[in-house]
């Protein structure tokens, strides 16, 4: 059930009308409403998904009382142990195996050995990766005596199931959601229009931004080889659009649902295509992974209390981590290095004082700090053809007919700049809001052009449903 579809309007529909009807007074009533219909969301597109996402949450929930219960060293690393093995191996079976199995056969076959590869067939459910870490943080919060474990299974399952963020996130964090589904939810006319007008926002990118560059992406990549230089690097601008139209328009959606339902849910975008350098694009983009890697990855290994050497180590390892999080190809894994590395440059770079290029690592002036943002969203676009190509090696194949004489002729596609640059526009307009269509302080005519314009744009762009690129990761 895609959130652009009708089905999915029907199913919300019930969802809310018996929320505050049945639940209006009762937590217990709203939480058994939430989990129900979280678990038919989810079995709607494959019902065995069910089993993995009980196995999951239940394997957590109990592994946390027993750390609760316990004050031996030893048994606590166990009890992880098992939290650790039993997620990351359903993560690892859907997700990584062929892709290993793969590069150990290509691996000894170098060295004379003859392996014959049968790919084991595997649909990766949906959302897996998602709330497997939304999962492990509990379990990793428990035992660092962050939070306390929860001893109420409704609470827990729906924390992990809640339907508005299961499939791509945000990556929410329990001790956050809990307290959340412990108290009796009251519906907040305001919090509530806001929830509208973020939902609206969301299908907006989806459907005008994300959609809509999908089809011209399909096309460019398709025949990249007979295009010229300047359509490919247009290509490469759309893919960019496509995929934060995509993701961050879920987010949208999902935050706003959640504000329907009474539970706040974190920010997951804040206008990356305005930082100005790559530490401000990772504070802007895809923030609940940005995060989960810091805490539960990049801290364990020392963070920066380590040697300037091992804190840029543990930075590059974040950063292949990341790429190897979104999927179990070669193209994830470069992707990731990539922006490790162009991380690490400017991490050091940034730290020569008498250093001033175009204000990419100072705080500079409108112009600077102009070009500064258009600098990182062109790396940022063009490191974005290895998320989008099958190989590495047609990545680079894309690369080589992009760079080019014909670089610097008109593009083929460049109808969708007209959609494109007036939705930058008002996305700086509106950078100090939580979002962008935040406009609750706006004169009421104001609002509703910007409404009707919105639903116009909408209903002129939406032709058949397109799945959402995060649902395969």
């Given at each position: 059930?895609l ?6 309007g ?14 209006k ?9 939430l ?29 946390a ?49 003859v ?55 945000p ?11 412990k ?25 005008v ?73 990772w ?13 539960y ?9 380590q ?62 700090g ?21 190989t ?22 460049y ?8 939705f ?9 809001q ?28 939406f ?11």
């Amino acid at each position: 059930m895609l959130f652009n579809t009708l089905d999915f309007g029907i199913f919300f529909s019930i969802v809310f009308a018996l929320y505050w009807t049945l639940g209006k007074k009762s937590v217990k009533a709203q939480n058994y409403i939430l989990l129900l219909a979280s678990y038919f969301f989810y079995g709607y597109w494959d019902w065995w998904f069910l089993i993995l996402l009980f196995i999951s949450s239940a394997t957590d929930f109990l592994v946390a009382i027993l750390l609760d219960q316990t004050s031996s060293a030893r048994r606590r690393k166990l009890l992880l142990s098992i939290s650790l093995i039993v997620n990351l191996g359903l993560l690892f079976s859907f997700k990584y195996f062929n892709f290993f199995i793969g590069s150990f056969i290509e691996k000894f076959s170098f060295a004379g050995f003859v392996f014959t590869r049968n790919d084991v067939s595997f649909i990766l459910p949906i959302g897996i990766s998602f709330y497997t870490l939304q999962t492990l943080s509990y379990t990793i919060d428990v035992y660092r005596k962050h939070i306390p474990a929860t001893r109420n299974w409704v609470e827990f399952f729906t924390y992990v199931s809640f339907f508005p963020q299961l499939a791509a996130g945000p990556i929410e964090r329990a001790g956050k959601m809990l307290p959340q589904f412990k108290v009796l939810r009251s519906f907040d006319y305001t919090a509530a229009k806001d929830g509208m007008r973020q939902i609206l926002l969301g299908l907006f990118k989806k459907i005008v931004i994300a959609d809509a560059c999908g089809r011209q992406v399909d096309l460019i990549f398709s025949d990249y080889q007979n295009l010229n230089g300047s359509t490919l690097f247009i290509g490469a601008i759309y893919f960019l659009f496509q995929v934060y139209g995509d993701f961050s328009g879920y987010s949208d959606m999902a935050i706003g649902m959640g504000r329907l339902f009474g539970l706040k849910l974190s920010q997951n975008f804040h206008y990356p295509f305005l930082a100005k350098n790559p530490r401000e694009l990772w504070q802007r983009w895809h923030i609940s992974l940005t995060t989960w890697f810091r805490d539960y990855v990049y801290i364990p290994l020392g963070g920066n209390r380590q040697s300037e050497f091992r804190t840029q180590v543990n930075l590059l390892i974040v950063f292949l981590l990341s790429g190897l999080w979104h999927g179990a190809y070669w193209t994830f894994i470069v992707w990731g290095a990539i922006h490790g590395v162009v991380f690490l440059f400017h991490r050091n770079l940034s730290t020569l004082k008498p250093l001033k290029i175009m204000g990419f690592f100072q705080k500079s002036t409108r112009l600077t700090g102009f070009i500064s943002a258009l600098t990182v969203f062109i790396y940022f676009s063009l490191s974005a053809v290895f998320f989008r190509s099958a190989t590495v090696s047609e990545a680079l194949d894309y690369f080589r007919h992009l760079w080019s004489p014909s670089l610097f002729t008109i593009p083929q596609h460049y109808s969708k700049v007209f959609i494109l640059l007036p939705f930058i526009l008002f996305e700086w307009y509106q950078r100090d809001q939580t979002h962008a269509l935040q406009i609750g302080n706006w004169k009421t005519w104001q609002r509703w052009v910007t409404y009707y314009l919105f639903m116009a744009l909408i209903s002129y762009y939406f032709t058949t449903e397109r799945s959402y690129i995060y649902f395969q990761f």
